[in-house]
Nanobody, 124 residues
Framework: QVQLVESGGGLVQAGGSLRLSCAAS????????MGWFRQAPGKERESVAT????????YYAGSVKGRFTISRDNAKNTVSLQMNSLKPEDTAVYYC?????????????????WGQGTQVTVSS
């Protein structure tokens, strides 16, 4: 498995932006599908955005489409999530996840490596 460390969370006002980053180590990063997931208090963990091994395919949850952008840099072993036009309902702990696969993986049960999470809080 690959080790993942997220960074970039914080407190932001509604309408603002944040950029999350996830640094991977331990295995060949370009072999991995990557994803961002989030879990708000009292709610199930949900998919936010995922990306295939070379960045050629992406998936976005309907609630973030047009506001969030996922990208990866295989030379730097990182995956990022640019979050714009943030809303209070985006408040959650955001997790980076990985799975060795050539496919685009949409759902959390498909991933087997997880970061520790980073808190994103959007104030109204």
């Amino acid at each position: 498995q690959v080790q993942l460390v997220e960074s970039g969370g914080g407190l932001v006002q509604a309408g603002g932006s944040l950029r999350l980053s996830c640094a991977a180590s331990g295995r060949t990063f370009s072999n991995y599908a990557m994803g961002w997931f989030r879990q708000a208090p009292g709610k199930e963990r949900e998919s936010v955005a995922t990306i295939n091994w070379n960045g050629g395919r992406t998936y976005y949850a309907g609630s973030v489409k047009g506001r969030f952008t996922i990208s990866r840099d295989n030379a730097k072993n990182t995956v990022s999530l640019q979050m714009n036009s943030l809303k209070p309902e985006d408040t959650a702990v955001y997790y980076c996840a990985a799975r060795e696969s050539a496919s685009l993986l949409h759902w959390d049960y498909q991933y087997d490596s997880w970061g520790q999470g980073t808190q994103v809080t959007v104030s109204s």
